[in-house]
């Protein structure tokens, strides 16, 4: 039943099919997520072996081989030279999958090159090659109930963090992940990865996510405007999900001091208000524009340090104070969107140590951004609802069922 489902979110998300799957299989990732994929049938037409070791520190691809049982001295010269090595990374802690014949000769060696792509070696007439992996793009879906934080929820049991980071980024102004999330949320996910030859190589983009928290129920859908080419995220009656305002400029991180008419300055040692919200991080950690809007102000300005101040619809602005550095090509007059990467976290201008100092302005005075009642980002628009309905259709049956199955 939940083949058929997946099925036909396929078809009406509009993504091409993979060539009729003879079955599916109900793959237990850890312990909290199940994840469901096709059968691997790929193995068996070859008739090859698949064998997958990690890399260990100090690793070399003759010692890998050996774990793998593959004594090829084509291969291991192959790799052995400059070239190979600088297209090819043994970093620790990444899998290398390889298929051998049962004869012990390799059909295809799995792993990534030094800039995060998946390659594979390959024999070819005049020995091996190396190429980047033909990715195929799957939707997969899942649930779980998370203990602690989401991203501990996934990191403990090998799921792709980044899905954790898309999470929070797609519930940013509904929930601070960081504090909010209880032990028992629940979560389902519909999402899209990247597969090899039916191995699962890299998540993508999220299509749809129910979210339930301390009572609290949230679900988002992904759509694309075909005209603007534009997306986002929204709620089963295409209201933005989003916010024209996040609730912090950065995506994990902690509040080290808040807005207070009164506090005792940490550098001045006097009292003095403090008109802002102070978030510790660690130098260059990326500092996000709230909202879209238009720089008005990009430089250093005394206690400060480098600053920036963007200008926002209704009179509102906002500040970002003691960066390390800016985001390349940022000037005065730049338009940014939401979310939009403007600096880096750092101790410029007076400060004790790294941090972001965090202003908004509402018609030129600081307000506490917390206690700020700002407005929804932009709805589906009336001539693109029946299109967002229909898309919709089928992952909002799918994401009912994911919330009525139990999970562990
Ligand atoms: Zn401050």
Redesign the pocket.
């Known amino acids: 039943m939940l083949f058929i489902l997946g099925c036909c979110l396929i078809l009406t998300l509009g993504y091409v099919p993979d060539p009729t799957p003879s079955n599916t299989e109900r793959k237990i990732v850890g312990t909290k997520i199940t994840i469901t994929a096709k059968e691997d049938d790929e193995i068996h037409r070859l008739g090859s072996f698949v064998e997958e070791v990690t890399i260990k520190k100090g690793d070399t691809f003759i010692t890998l081989l050996r774990r793998l049982n593959i004594n090829d001295a084509l291969l291991i010269k192959f790799l052995s030279t400059k070239e190979t090595h600088k297209r090819l990374k043994l970093k620790a802690g990444n899998s290398v999958r390889v298929h051998i014949t049962p004869q012990g000769k390799l059909n295809k060696l799995l792993m990534f090159s030094r800039n995060g792509r998946a390659m594979e070696v390959v024999p070819n007439d005049r020995g091996f090659e190396i190429r980047p992996v033909l990715l195929k793009r799957r939707l997969l879906f899942g649930s779980g109930t998370i203990q602690s934080s989401l991203y501990k929820a996934l990191e403990n049991n090998g799921i792709a963090d980044e899905l954790a980071s898309e999470m929070a980024d797609i519930l940013a102004s509904e929930i601070d992940f960081n504090r909010d999330i209880r032990s028992g949320a629940r979560f389902s996910i519909i999402y899209s990865a990247n597969f090899s030859d039916n191995t699962y190589i890299s998540s993508g983009r999220i299509h749809a996510l129910e979210f339930t928290n301390n009572g609290q129920e949230y679900r988002a859908y992904l759509f694309e405007d075909e005209d603007t080419k534009r997306s986002g995220y929204y709620t089963e009656n295409g209201e933005n999900i989003k916010n024209a305002f996040l609730r912090s400029p950065l995506k994990f991180s902690r509040v080290t001091?808040g807005f207070s008419k009164r506090r005792l300055h940490p550098v001045l040692k006097k009292w003095r208000a403090?008109k802002?919200?102070?978030y510790g991080a660690a130098t260059g950690t990326p500092i996000m524009a709230v909202s879209k809007g238009t720089i008005r102000y990009i430089g250093s300005k005394g206690a400060y340090g480098r600053f920036i101040e963007i200008r926002h619809q209704n009179g509102v602005s906002t500040r970002y104070?003691h960066l390390s550095r800016y985001a390349k090509k940022l000037k005065k007059g730049s338009k940014v969107e939401q979310g939009q990467i403007i600096g880096y976290v750092g101790k410029s201008g007076m400060a004790t140590g790294p941090?972001l100092?965090y202003e908004f302005l509402v018609n030129g005075r600081q307000v506490d951004p917390s206690k700020a009642v700002t407005p929804p980002g932009p709805p589906i628009r009336a001539d693109r609802k029946n299109e967002f309905n229909l898309k919709t259709a089928s992952a909002k049956n799918l994401l009912a069922r994911l919330g009525a199955s139990p999970t562990n």
């Open positions: 001091s403090h802002g919200i102070d104070a941090h100092h």
